[in-house]
């Protein structure tokens, strides 16, 4: 690849520039370097890290990961090495490879998202904060943080006054009113959204009749939830003015196109790297191949639906 050729894939994020399109997915690539030789890391356009708390977790017990016939269910229970460790024994090796690499946040109160984003905010070699919002407030009884829009706007507000790094808010596609949570975010300052978290889902044993995990539902993701993301990239694409990052049922370069068409500026990659861990590479290189083919670029890419749509229909 020249570097006309890579010039030519990057795309921005906010203030974010990126190499190319093509993240790994929070929680699906451990923290990078666990998974993939860092020159390898490197080529990607960002590596998401597995969420980080403000203390360590175990997560959920056994069982808790059961595929299904078209994707997987999971109910890891956000397990990490807390935020300390990671900056003490993970990122350096990571900002060593120069690699671009986006946190993944969670916090039990809006306290501690302020808190963590600020311990990150410091650190050279964070590129940007990914908020993860799908988890459960502590405080109001295990309600996601994310149905609220009042309370993303709120935690979003405080991230981005904690750290001086773009902050990508995560959606969960359990909100009532996506839209309008995504719209708080984006006034709060977010640089970006990212759709979507996982869908919940179940499975059950039938010789036993017991649930398959654990703690009975866990987080669907993989090729079936595609059409339900692209119809909320599209539909996010439509009403924000900051850009999407599209996550679920990416599993070969054209699915990441067809988000793209849809709206996104870039995908990340998670369960197919479980089938195989070199997809994101498979992926950037399907994307590569199609723009060459196509005499395009990824920014182009992006929204090119709705721009047919909109043509299509004349002005509004």
Request: with cysteine.
């Given at each position: 690849m020249t570097a006309e050729t890579r010039g030519a894939m990057e795309v921005r994020i906010g203030g974010l520039v990126l190499a190319n399109p093509v993240l790994t997915a929070s929680g699906t690539y451990?923290?990078?370097c666990d998974v993939q030789s860092v020159p390898a890391l490197a080529r990607l356009g960002a590596v998401i890290t597995k969420g980080l708390s403000l203390r360590p977790r175990e997560g959920n017990p056994p069982p808790r990961i059961w595929e299904t016939g078209c994707g997987?269910?999971?109910?890891?229970?956000?397990?990490?090495?807390?935020?300390?460790?990671?900056i003490g024994k993970v990122l350096p090796v990571l900002r060593a490879g120069k690699i671009t690499v986006i946190a993944n946040i969670f916090g039990e109160s809006e306290e501690e998202f302020e808190e963590i984003a600020a311990l990150l905010g410091r650190q050279p070699g964070v590129a940007a904060l990914e908020v993860n919002v799908s988890c459960p407030n502590v405080r109001s009884g295990g309600v996601l943080?994310?149905?609220?829009?009042?309370?993303?706007?709120?935690?979003?507000t405080r991230v981005v006054r904690a750290a001086p790094l773009p902050a990508i808010v995560k959606l969960t596609p359990s909100a009532p009113d996506l839209v309008a949570v995504a719209l708080a975010a984006q006034e709060a300052g977010a640089a970006a959204v990212t759709a979507l978290n996982t869908y919940t889902g179940m499975a059950i044993d039938t010789e036993t009749g017991l649930p398959r995990l654990a703690t009975v539902?866990?987080?669907?993701?993989?090729?079936?939830?595609?059409?339900?993301?692209?119809?909320w990239v599209y539909e996010l694409a439509r009403a924000l003015s900051i850009p999407v990052v599209a996550s679920g049922g990416v599993m070969r370069a054209a699915d990441a196109v067809e988000?793209?068409?849809?709206?996104?500026?870039?995908?990340?990659?998670?369960?197919?790297?479980?089938?195989?861990?070199?997809?994101?590479?498979?992926?950037?290189?399907?994307?590569?191949?199609?723009?060459?083919?196509?005499?395009?670029?990824?920014?182009?890419?992006?929204?090119?639906?709705?721009?047919?749509l909109k043509n299509k229909s004349g002005p509004a």
């Open positions: 451990g923290y990078g997987m269910l999971n109910s890891i229970g956000l397990a990490n090495m807390g935020v300390d460790r990671f943080f994310g149905r609220d829009p009042a309370v993303v706007g709120r935690i979003t539902t866990g987080g669907y993701s993989g090729p079936a939830v595609k059409p339900m993301v692209l119809r988000l793209m068409m849809a709206g996104a500026a870039a995908v990340q990659v998670g369960t197919a790297s479980f089938v195989d861990p070199a997809a994101p590479f498979a992926v950037l290189a399907g994307i590569e191949q199609h723009c060459a083919r196509k005499r395009t670029t990824p920014r182009d890419l992006t929204g090119l639906t709705l721009r047919l």
